[in-house]
């Protein structure tokens, strides 16, 4: 089995999700829809399909949504339109649901007690279970994505307007998989966390007024104070009387997932308790640790091997260089429509600067190898460049599992680790040695954090019953 070197080589790079925002004015002086907009810019990197933002005006829910990026789909004009006290905002990357209009969030819609708008981070593992049920009871879905399905549960479960906090209980014990949903009912702001804490979220203040955040880089770009990581399986309730919390009746152990530390979230945001940057740079240094090597230069492949490339330079005493400059023009997302563009998309995407690397033996770090596809043709570029050796490091172990929480990565068959050895992915990618981080050495990084990991990606551990590749029976490997 050789590698598919035809493959969209941005497919290599497609390990993203979703963010959420939400705010509730409490007799502040806040813009929600605005202080929703900048809080959503600073969660780009984690969607870049479409983003939306939706306002409860006195009961009555205005949004505004669309494909593309936050400052493509908002202007003055649409955000000066948004006025109300409560608001949520979403930026999306799919994962469940094809990359359409109408798949764009927050979902709106009006219900037998009102309006919600809901927005929501992850993946639901029994969501055709579950459409296949409402459907066959007659139920009428509008979209392919399964935040309708949540948004179906909650207005079913529902009886009346004084119990959402059961409502949502209920719901919470029939949808499995990862979520961090932020919602607006007429009267509150409520987020919500699977049990296992898959997905992040977190809670900020400014004067009486709160915030939840899929990472603290949110809050301190609108000048918040971050308050504390919503639990894994608690339900936070915000509104005129200030927050309200309650604990579901769920079972799950914390199952943080890994990859926030390894590349989704922003390296200035902290994660349950621990700070992303210094994450990245433990990591480094432990991957030096395991795969020391003499080098004249360690260079970062931005933007996710950067705080790792500094790590190992700072252990290895390796000069820490900038060899590699990327178009910040071109996005996480970016496809090449035929064959010859993609041939050319990584030299459009990266571009070595060959008065750094010219006759220099280079480590070269990166977050992780998917396909290899990628790796593969910057390796080569630095070889043209005049490189005489590039020794690839990775820091984290080999990816050799899909996920099925809310990052879209291709089946085994494609996972290049899932299919060679380490010296086989080496010469395929045409690099002088290969060295990945260890399963102990990764989770040593995030020292501190108080929960523990999802690493199914890297063992097949999955923390639930998951769908197997080809819709066969379910499995776990708990």
Avoid: W
């Avoid at 961090?180 to 919500?192: K, Q, Y």
């Avoid at 041939?343 to 459009?348: A, D, L, R, T």
Wanted: glycine letters at 10%; hydrophobic letters at 35%.
């Amino acid at each position: 089995m050789e590698l598919d070197t035809g493959t969209d080589y941005v497919l290599d790079r497609q390990r993203e999700e979703c963010g959420v925002f939400g705010v509730y004015n409490n007799e502040d002086d806040i813009d929600v829809a605005r202080t929703t907009y900048y809080g959503l810019y600073s969660l780009q990197h984690r969607g870049q399909e479409s983003a939306g933002i939706a306002v409860n005006d006195e009961g009555t829910i205005v949004f505004h949504k669309d494909m593309g990026l936050v400052n493509e789909v908002f202007n003055d004009v649409v955000i000066n339109h948004l006025k109300g006290k409560i608001a949520i905002g979403h930026v999306r990357y799919s994962t469940t649901g094809a990359s359409l209009s109408y798949n764009a969030q927050p979902m709106v819609v009006n219900y037998r007690v009102g309006q919600m708008a809901l927005a929501h981070n992850g993946n639901l593992v029994n969501s055709k279970a579950l459409r296949d049920e409402m459907e066959s009871s007659g139920a009428i879905f509008q979209s392919t994505n399964d935040t309708e399905i949540i948004v179906n549960l909650i207005s079913r479960t529902r009886i009346s307007s004084k119990n959402i906090e059961k409502t949502l209980e209920k719901v919470m014990g029939k949808i499995k998989g990862s979520y961090a949903i932020v919602m607006i009912t007429p009267r509150r702001l409520i987020g919500m966390r699977d049990p296992f804490g898959i997905r992040p979220l977190c809670i900020g203040k400014i004067g009486k007024s709160y915030l939840l955040a899929s990472e603290s880089c949110a809050l301190d770009t609108i000048g918040a104070k971050f308050i504390r990581d919503v639990n894994p399986g608690e339900i936070v309730l915000i509104g005129k009387d200030g927050l309200n919390s309650i604990q579901a009746k769920v079972q799950g152990d914390s199952r943080l997932c890994i990859f926030e530390f390894v590349y989704f979230a922003r390296p200035d945001s902290y994660i349950d308790g621990t700070s992303v940057h210094q994450a990245r740079v433990e990591a480094g240094r432990q991957l030096y640790r395991e795969h020391p090597v003499e080098a004249d230069m360690v260079i970062g492949v931005p933007d996710g091997g950067l705080d790792a490339a500094l790590g190992y330079s700072r252990e290895s005493g390796i000069p820490y260089g900038h060899g590699l400059l990327r178009n910040r023009y071109v996005g996480r997302t970016f496809i090449q429509p035929s064959q010859d563009q993609r041939e050319s998309g990584v030299k459009i995407k990266f571009n070595p600067m060959r008065s750094e690397i010219s006759d220099k033996r280079v480590v070269m770090i990166d977050d992780s190898i998917v396909r290899g596809t990628t790796t593969r043709k910057i390796v080569q570029m630095f070889k043209e460049a005049g490189a005489r050796e590039v020794h690839m490091r990775i820091s984290s172990p080999p990816y050799k599992y899909p996920c099925h929480f809310g990052i879209d990565t291709p089946s085994t068959k494609q996972l290049v680790a899932s299919n060679y050895s380490i010296d086989r992915i080496s010469d395929i990618i045409g690099a002088d040695s290969l060295g990945y981080l260890s399963l102990d050495g990764l989770l040593k990084a995030p020292s501190g954090c108080k929960s523990g990991f999802c690493t199914a990606c890297f063992n097949e551990r999955y923390p639930m019953v998951v769908p197997m590749e080809g819709n066969k029976m379910a499995c776990s490997t708990r």
